[in-house]
């Protein structure tokens, strides 16, 4: 399954998709075929998806600056009222690379995303397609491109047991894996190689709340609540879907990261 991110760090949505909506600027009923994310102006839009641009334009009328993804599958995803384009037709681009900045463009009343996801031609409500296909932090550090070494970036951190972490201001926010490491340091960004015990020290000192999941085709291990450190409880797949609907991170582990972190 490909790996899909929230096309917005911040999940907000202040207008849902909806078949029979109140437009705001035209007060004619018609469709919401999308969900609008709050977005100030200027505010990085994320490709979803893996996949190739087949339209980045400015339309006069509804979407203003426009860019719509090819996902493969039938599947494409669209963005509308970028106050910039970064990508042009053509493009291929990676999952969590910036294709854009929110704006207002075209009608809309203040700056959001508009966001929609078509599948076989139909527009389908994306919000619950993003819940179905995100899974959490992990995955996206893995498919977030190597940043620049310009870049004040957050540091990957390496130990012999633990694995990667992924060191945002001190604390640690995620966890990553072999090939993480690997397209940082192709890319010569910083990779810390640290001890086990200088890991857990991070470790305990993160304040994060996971919930980690390890899938039957990774090793079948089921859920862990991580808080503040340590593992602090079990769950079970509807602990999952309370954790997506309150913005906790589902990380998606192997079989042996689910162990080592549930050991601690
Ligand atoms: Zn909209």
Known sequence: MATWVYPTEGREVTSGFNPARKHPVTGVVKAHTGTDFRAASGTPLRAACDGTVVKSLFAKGSPGNYVRIDVGGGVWIGY???????????????????????????????????????????????????????????????????PSLEDDMPTLVNSPTFGTGLLDGGVLTGIGDQATVDAWAAAGAKVVPISDGDFMRLVRRSTSTWLLFCPPEKGGRGFAVWSGGQAVGLGDAGTVESFKAAGVPVVEVAGADFDRFTAV
């Open 80 to 146: 509308s009222h970028l106050s910039e384009r970064r990508v042009s037709k053509g493009d291929r681009v990676s999952c969590g690379q910036i294709i854009g900045l929110a704006g207002a463009t075209g009608s809309a009343t203040a700056a959001h995303l508009h966001f929609e996801v078509s599948v076989d031609g139909v527009k389908i409500d994306p919000v619950p397609h993003l819940e179905a296909n995100v899974v959490g932090v992990a995955l996206l550090v893995e498919k977030q491109p190597p």
